[in-house]
T-cell receptor, first 114, second 111 residues
Framework: EAGVTQFPSHSVIEKGQTVTLRCDPI?????LYWYRRVMGKEIKFLLH????????ESGMPNNRFLAERTGGTYSTLKVQPAELEDSGVYFC????????????FGQGTRLTVV | GENVEQHPSTLSVQEGDSAVIKCTYS??????FPWYKQELGKRPQLIID?????GEKKDQRIAVTLNKTAKHFSLHITETQPEDSAVYFC??????????FGTGTLLAVQP
């Protein structure tokens, strides 16, 4: 069984540019989460999809971030325009159930905004 | 608000020694507490978890204890090996479904 995959693994962009991150969850997992780790800090929640619906987007930093999951399969996270403080590792995770169950993580996308 | 404190931030032990990482949380509704291990350049992977109706759980050299009254839980690794070297994250999940993570502990096992 394929795990959670993320693309790209690394991205270096200039301030003001746009970047789109992609996550393919494990097949059959309705729950998809985006997290971000800024250097040395905790892995911080961004948002949660159940199928194609946004269940919780309370962690999204501001309106420069837009997440979509059309069709309830893969998800994209777009940052437009990128700022220096957006640098970090963006993780995607998926799970079958939404509570008390393992969340499977992707390998992350390391975003560097210069 | 929801918050998880994790200590220590770095931990160095000799091979064969034990390692203990502690976390405290603030949300009394939390009922699921997983521990993730992230090796350098790899994805975080679940190594053990515990639910609120259990006080202790063990899986070979790894054990987790939970004190709901005090709102803290701990990871214990016995007979550490060099391959245990990694960043370990504790997390809690409550009514909001999202995982709240600690800041991570960099464990170095010296051969």
């Amino acid at each position: 069984e394929a795990g959670v995959t993320q693309f790209p693994s690394h991205s270096v962009i200039e301030k003001g540019q746009t970047v789109t991150l992609r996550c393919d969850p494990i097949s059959g997992h309705d729950n998809l989460y985006w997290y971000r780790r800024v250097m040395g800090k905790e892995i911080k929640f961004l948002l949660h999809f159940v199928k194609e619906s946004k269940q919780d987007e309370s962690g999204m930093p501001n309106n420069r971030f837009l997440a979509e999951r059309t069709g309830g399969t893969y998800s994209t996270l777009k940052v437009q325009p990128a700022e220096l403080e957006d640098s970090g590792v963006y993780f995607c995770a998926s799970s079958q159930a939404h509570m008390n169950t393992e969340a499977f993580f992707g390998q992350g996308t390391r975003l560097t905004v210069v | 608000g929801e918050n998880v404190e994790q200590h220590p931030s770095t931990l160095s032990v000799q091979e064969g020694d034990s390692a203990v990482i502690k976390c405290t949380y603030s949300d009394s509704a939390s009922n699921y507490f997983p521990w993730y291990k992230q090796e350098l350049g790899k994805r975080p992977q679940l190594i053990i978890d515990i639910r609120s109706n259990v006080g202790e759980k063990k899986d070979q050299r790894i054990a987790v204890t939970l004190n709901k009254t005090a709102k803290h839980f701990s990871l214990h690794i016995t007979e550490t090996q060099p391959e245990d070297s990694a960043v370990y994250f504790c997390a809690e999940q409550g009514a909001t479904n999202k995982l709240i993570f600690g800041t991570g502990t960099l464990l170095a096992v010296q051969p």
